[in-house]
């Protein structure tokens, strides 16, 4: 059997900056965008306010409409770990001398949506739209830009 060796998703970490899409962002999706699926992921969303957090989601979802940049999912925000809580139920957690946030919490972190769409509800959907879309498109453009005359 042949092993499928193209990407079928690529994560886009964003800084926490607030301030939308930067310049180096834009040009780097816009030359990703229809070579594979973008999920974009707003990295460290524990430096924002819910209210922040939001705002950041709405300008940067505005950003890859003003751009033309098509991405595979919505703006999703993550928090990383930094240890598990606890061994037997793999409760994931960042901790500080403050307290703890628990990463799987849906209301302040997407990381648990994250896992899902990957693992779960949307594998197949990846997979399928680098075939019939991606891929496609990839190689009709090739196929189009090659000069016969040179290679033959």
Not at 86 to 104: A, C, V
Request: with cysteine.
């Amino acid at each position: 059997s042949i092993q499928d060796t193209r990407p079928h998703v690529c994560l886009y970490f964003l800084p926490p900056t607030g301030h939308g899409l930067r310049d180096l962002d834009v040009k780097v999706l816009q030359s990703l965008h229809k070579k594979v699926n973008i999920i974009p992921v707003l990295a460290k969303a524990d430096s924002f306010t819910a209210p922040e957090l939001r705002e950041y989601k709405r300008k940067v979802s505005e950003d890859f409409a003003n751009f033309d940049i098509e991405v595979f999912s919505e703006v999703l925000s993550v928090i990383g770990a930094t240890k598990s809580q606890d061994q037997e139920y793999g409760e994931l957690k960042r901790m500080y001398s403050w307290g703890e946030i628990d990463i799987e919490n849906p209301d302040y972190c997407d990381f648990s949506k994250l896992r899902s769409l990957l693992l779960h509800e949307r594998t197949l959907d990846l997979i399928e739209r680098t075939h019939r879309e991606l891929y496609h498109n990839f190689r009709a453009t090739t196929l189009t830009n090659i000069n016969y005359a040179q290679v033959l």
